[in-house]
C-alpha cells in the first residue's frame, strides 16, 4: 500500500537529529535518511509529485534549483513557528509561520527562551566533560486568547574548543495545542461523570430502592450525554443474554418500537444497533438515506452513531445517537461515546447485580426464617391441642385458648406468606375479612396480569370485594390482546413487569395506546426490574410501582389513588412513586 504521508528527507551527519528526534518525526512523516546531498536529489527525481520536506545541516548544500515545485523546507512549516535565539536572549531567525503570529506570542517566545537559556546555562558539567545542557529539552504552556500553546526550546552547542561547549542558541518550536487541551478536558470531564456514576453504591443512594436507583442513574446519564457528548437524541439497549434482545432502558428523543416488534444482536434486520451488538464494533452513519443497515429510529434522521457497552470485553448493549443533519458524527464523537459507554456499563452492572443481591438475600432470609419459626410455631400448637382437649377446663378458660390456637394459626400463615416472598399479598386474608365495598372503586374495570397464579387470583379477590369489575391474565401477550380486544378502555390495568412473553412495559404502552388516560399500576418482585420497565414507564406517565411482597392494604391504597389522584392524601402513592411493604 503507498503511503500518502508527507516524506521527510534527512541528511545525515554533523548537526543531523539524534534518534530520539527521529522516532518522534517517524510519527509525523515518512523519514528517509540519505548519507548525502546527491542521494536527496536522486530521491527528489524519482518521485517528484511526492509532497516532499528536506531536513540539511549544511545551508545551501541542496540548492533551491534541485528542489522540485511544492517541495518545503521543514524548519518553514513546523508547528505554528520556529525560531533561533542567541545568547544574548535577541531573536536571531524565526520562520515565516512564526512571523506571522501575533506580537504578545511572539514576545511571548523570547521571553520564554531567555528563561530556557539560563536554566540551560546554570547546569553543571559531567564527567564526560559535557555540560547537562547538551541534549536537554524544556517545555512551557501559555494561553492566548482562546486558544493554548506549547513551546519545546532546545539548546545548540558551540563548536568544541579546548573548554567545555557553551551555548551557542537556543532553538524553539512554538505548537498550537488548544485542540489537544479541548480534548483532554472533555476526557477528565468523561471521567469525572464517569466516577460520579460509580456513586450508585454510595450512602446517599442506599437509601433509595432499586427503581428509584435507576430513575437517579438514568438522570444523571441524560445530562451527562447532553452536557459533554451534545447528544440530543440518543438510547440505551441492554442485552438480554438468552433472548439475544436489546431491550430499551432509556430514550431521548427516539421514539421506541411499536408494541410486538423487537431488536436483536443480529448482523441483518436488526439495523446499526443490532449489527453493532453482535460485532462489537462502533459504527457512523454518515447519511441515512445511503446507509442499508439503518432501522428507523428518529423521525427524518439523517446520520447516527452506534457504540457497544462493553463490559469485561463482553457487549452488553448499545448506545445510539442520531441526528436530523447528515455528517454530524466524526471520530472524536465515537471515541467520546465509547469510553463513556464503559462508566455506563460498570454502572448498569453494578446496579442489577445490588438488584438481584437484594431479590435472592430476601428470599433466603425469608426461607431461614420459615425453618427457625417452624418447630417453635409447631410446638405451640401440640400445646394448644392438649389443653383443648382437657374437659376440667373453664368455658371462658377454653374460649382463651381457642382465640390462642387461631392467633397462632394466623402467626403460622402470616410467616409461610411471607417465606413466599414475591409469591404473596400479605395481610391479604385480613383484607378479605373485612366484606367492605368501597364507592370510590364500586363498578370500575380493572384487568391484572401476572403470571403468578396467587398473585393474580388474590389481586381479583381483593378488588372484586371491594366492587371492581377484575378480568385476570397469565400473560402480557394475553393481557394487550385483551385491552385492544375490549370497545372502552379499562379504568385500570395492573401488571407484574416480567412474564414469560411480553414485559410489563409493554402491557403499559398497550393501555396507553388504547387510552392515554388510563392508569397502569407495575408490580415488581423486590425491586427486581430486568427489562427496566419501571423507569421507561415513570418517564411516560406511570401512575405508582408496587414492590413484591406488598401489604394487601397497600394494594387498595394505591388501586383508589391511580383512580381517583385528585382525591389522594398524603399516605398515597405519588404519581410515580413506590410502595415498599418493608419500609
Sequence with gaps: MTSTRTRLIVLKGAGAPDAEMIGALRKTYEVVEVEDIDSARALIAESPDLPTLCLISQAGALSRASVPRGTLSILQHIGEGVGVIDPSGDLIWASSKFKRQPREIREQFVELGREA????RRLGPEQNGERDQIGQRQQFGFDFGQKTFELEVTPVAAEAGDGAPEIAAIIGVLWDVTANRQLQNKLDAIDAAGSELMKIESATIAKMNMAERLKWL????????????????????????????????????????????AMYADREGNGISGYVAVTGESYICPDTRDDPLYREGLDNARSALTVPLFLHDQVI?????????????????????????????????ILDLMVV????????????????????LHDLSDRIDSLTNREDLPKEVRAEITALREVAENMRNRVVSCAQGPRTI???????????????????????????????????????????????????????????????PFDLVISDIRM??????????????KCEETPVILMTGFGYDPHHSIVRSSQEGLSTFLFKPFQASQLVEA???????????????????????RN
Aim: with cysteine; hydrophobic share 35%; aromatic share 8%.
Design 218 to 261: 438514568e438522570e444523571k446519564i441524560v445530562h451527562y450525554v447532553h452536557e459533554l457528548l451534545n447528544f440530543d437524541n440518543f438510547e440505551i439497549r441492554l442485552l438480554n443474554k438468552e433472548t439475544k434482545q436489546l431491550e430499551l432502558v432509556i430514550a431521548v428523543g427516539l421514539a421506541p418500537l411499536k408494541i410486538g416488534e
Design 426 to 488: 400479605l395481610g391479604a386474608e385480613q383484607e378479605l375479612r373485612r366484606h367492605e365495598i368501597d364507592p370510590q372503586l364500586q363498578g370500575k374495570r380493572v384487568i391484572v396480569a401476572d403470571d403468578e397464579a396467587t398473585i393474580r387470583e388474590t389481586i381479583s379477590s381483593i378488588l372484586s370485594q371491594k366492587g371492581c369489575d377484575v378480568i385476570i391474565c397469565a400473560t402480557g401477550g394475553e393481557t394487550i390482546k385483551e385491552i385492544e380486544r375490549e370497545s372502552e
Design 357 to 376: 443481591e437484594r431479590y435472592t438475600t430476601n428470599e433466603q432470609l425469608a426461607d431461614n426464617v420459615i425453618r427457625e419459626l417452624n418447630d417453635p
Design 500 to 513: 414469560p412473553d411480553r414485559n410489563g412495559y409493554e402491557v403499559f404502552r398497550a393501555a396507553k395506546a
Design 117 to 120: 537559556y539560563e536554566w540551560f
Design 317 to 349: 448493549g448499545v448506545f445510539n445517537a442520531e441526528s436530523y443533519t447528515a455528517n454530524v458524527f466524526d471520530e472524536n464523537d465515537r471515541r467520546f461515546a465509547e469510553i463513556f459507554g464503559r462508566y455506563v456499563a460498570i454502572a448498569m452492572n
Design 559 to 581: 388501586v383508589g389513588a391511580a383512580l381517583h389522584p385528585e382525591t389522594e392524601t398524603e399516605s398515597s402513592a405519588e404519581p410515580g412513586s413506590s410502595k415498599d411493604a
